[in-house]
């Protein structure tokens, strides 16, 4: 069974920083591209950004390029989200998400405020 277990956010002044982690179970993770999605209240999910295996090609959201910055641990089956310079619209919570077919874990809630 596919589990997905993000932590790491939190509330952070703007202009901070803040890591986030994804612990993937229950399929080859390195075999797997892995995305970052996040959801503002009132707003859709979006796609933060992806990774694919191997570290052959990332992609991050227009917007988000010089901010953030996705990485994996293949040894660890976890996905990282380095957010720099954090903006009160960043504020959401942010979920990761691997096989398609898995459900969404419980997101850790990233809020971005003075």
């Known amino acids: 069974q596919v589990q997905l277990v993000e932590s790491g956010g939190g509330l952070v002044q703007p202009g901070g920083s803040l890591k986030l982690s994804c612990v993937a179970s229950g399929f080859t993770f390195k075999e797997q591209a892995m995305h970052w999605y996040r959801r503002a209240e009132g707003k859709e999910r979006e796609l933060v950004g992806s990774?694919?295996?191997?570290?052959?090609?990332?992609y991050l959201k227009e917007p988000l390029r010089g901010r953030f910055a996705i990485s994996r641990d293949d040894a660890k089956n976890t996905i990282y989200l380095q957010m720099n310079n954090l903006k009160p619209e960043d504020t959401a919570v942010y979920y990761c998400?691997?096989?398609?077919?898995?459900?969404w874990g419980q997101g850790t809630q990233v809020t971005v405020s003075a």
């Open positions: 990774i694919y295996p191997g570290d052959t090609y990332t």
């Open positions: 998400k691997g096989p398609p077919s898995a459900s």
